[in-house]
């Protein structure tokens, strides 16, 4: 009993340096990462978010800080819709290899990420990565408090990395609960909200040495500015 | 004209028809400074649905959409305001025993009942421009410029997005459009005017057909569902049409040509009322 114990334990260490390995290769790769800048057009396809597209200028900075200018209202998805080579980091999830796959005519392996802290807001990921180029083709969030979203990413190659030139992004999420008269409300009824929205990037600047002042955050009375 | 010209001389000697436009003064300048100074929690309660899915950034609460905001309290305050004048046009000239001496003049009722009801419009397209300046004006002063981001609870719950070069042309839309809406409650009150004779009925009479239209209106009960295509009221909000996207012309030409309807309508009424009106004191 002990023996199969043992064994089965190995196996799910192994399975999980295998996943962690794909992520490392990942990690490794865009290493040299140190920030970058993109124009970001946002289109919308959700019936009950009637928008034009919405253009911002998006800044990150390695490993985690991202900023989006924008003199006009801008909705920015809040899972998905944003590249951050260095996200899914060892220390916060589990990982394990669902399947290997070809996806798009390539060698690709399919991981599930869980994450360690079971108080975040997601409940994990599962992430489709092809192995020749390491970068992440697909990323669907598991479902949490109801949503789910799947992102597709296609990449070009801007100054020696692969950096994402279109994110399609399938959404499927609970309507809001009603709130207080001046509460926007998102959906009606008991009825999930489901749409799509493409996000193109262009105009890459990479390693420019953004300073971390453009980071800070500003927060004025009228507007909403939350670099993350 | 000269009779029009005359009507707008006497309804604007009074000192009772600027109460209405002090008294928008006085709301605006309240909430805006009130929505200035409580721009945090305001943002924080219009968007925390929003935010679980959505990062926002650049200025929501902008001068466009605290005007849109206030423009929401016609269906109360600016009704009563119409009524403060139109409700007293007519009957005032009873109670104040004028009515025979005006009838003795040579201009004819019917001239004169128009050049009253034509003043009625008149200030009451003022009074619905007098809210707009000031709610832009000071809108834009203190909260500054921006795209307009709107919330519809009908036909579904949506969120419809006004490019920041489209609001200025799309609010004048919606402007006249509330201009059009309170007409029907200027005319409703002109039409009591002509049957009292005194100011307070027609006041009181008018509000109480507002406020029960639109209560009723807004019942979540079918029995009441199925009565409020018959409610005038239903349609007063059709100002709003013009900030959706994209802009449901049916339907606000719709709402426009029942409104119209209503005003014309009451406004014969008042006419063939006022023309027959057995005049005794």
């Known amino acids: 009993m002990a023996g199969i114990l043992f064994l089965l334990s190995a196996k799910l260490i192994q399975a999980q340096e295998d996943a962690f390995r794909y992520l490392d290769l990942i990690e490794k790769k865009y290493s040299g990462l140190k920030d970058y800048m993109a124009d970001v057009n946002v289109h919308f396809d959700i019936e009950a978010l009637k928008a034009p597209d919405m253009q911002a200028k998006l800044y990150f900075k390695s490993p985690d800080k991202m900023k989006v200018d924008s003199k006009r209202i801008f909705f920015f998805p809040k899972e998905g819709g944003f590249f951050n080579p260095f996200q899914f980091q060892k220390k916060n999830f589990e990982a394990r290899v669902v399947e290997h796959l070809i996806y798009d005519g390539r060698k690709a392996v399919k991981l599930k990420l869980t994450p360690i802290n079971i108080d975040t807001f997601n409940k994990g990921s599962v992430l489709t990565i092809d192995v020749d180029r390491n970068v992440i083709r697909e990323i669907k969030i598991l479902p949490s408090e109801g949503r789910e979203i799947t992102a597709v990413i296609a990449y070009g190659f801007f100054d020696g990395f692969d950096l994402p030139v279109h994110i399609k992004l399938q959404l499927d999420i609970p309507p809001s609960e009603p709130g207080g008269a001046k509460e926007f409300q998102f959906g009606q009824g008991g009825k999930r909200i489901s749409g799509k929205v493409e996000i193109t990037y262009s105009n890459y600047k990479v390693n420019s040495g953004l300073s971390d002042e453009i980071f800070a955050e500003k927060e004025f009375p009228g507007s909403r500015t939350r670099p993350r | 004209m000269k009779l029009f010209w005359f009507e707008i001389y006497k309804t604007f000697s009074r000192w009772r028809t600027y109460i209405s436009f002090g008294f928008i003064a006085l709301i605006v300048i309240l909430t805006e400074v ?62 104040s025993g004028t009515v025979r001496f005006l009838l003795m003049r040579p201009p004819s009722r ?132 013009f900030l959706d996207n994209p802009i449901p012309w049916q339907e606000i030409a719709k709402s426009a040509a029942v409104l119209g309807f209503h005003s014309v309508g009451l406004f014969l009424i008042a006419f063939a009322v006022f023309n027959r009106k057995d005049i005794k004191s």
Request: with cysteine.
């Open chain 2, 34 to 95: 009130v929505m200035k100074l409580s721009a945090n929690e305001i943002l924080y309660r219009m968007l925390r649905s929003l935010e679980k899915d959505f990062l926002i950034f650049g200025n929501v609460l902008n001068g466009w959409f605290v005007t849109a905001f206030i423009m929401n309290s016609l269906h109360f305050h600016i009704p009563f305001l119409i009524t403060l004048v139109a409700g007293d046009i007519v009957s005032s000239e009873a109670t």
């Open chain 2, 110 to 241: 019917s001239r004169i009942i128009m050049a009253k009801y034509l003043t009625t419009l008149f200030y009451t397209t003022g009074l619905v421009i007098f809210l707009g300046l000031i709610c832009v004006s000071l809108g834009l002063i203190l909260f500054g410029n921006g795209d307009l981001i709107m919330n519809y609870q009908v036909p579904t719950i949506r969120i419809a997005f006004v490019p920041e070069a489209d609001v200025p042309i799309r609010m004048l839309l919606a402007f006249a459009a509330a201009v059009w809406s309170m007409t029907v409650v200027a005319s409703l009150a002109f039409l009591f005017s002509t049957l009292a004779e005194n100011s307070i009925g027609p006041i009181i009479g008018t509000m109480a057909i507002v406020i029960v239209f639109f209560v009723v209106g807004n019942f979540p009960f079918d029995f009441f569902r199925t009565l409020s295509p018959y409610l005038f009221t239903t349609y007063m909000i059709f100002w709003q049409r």
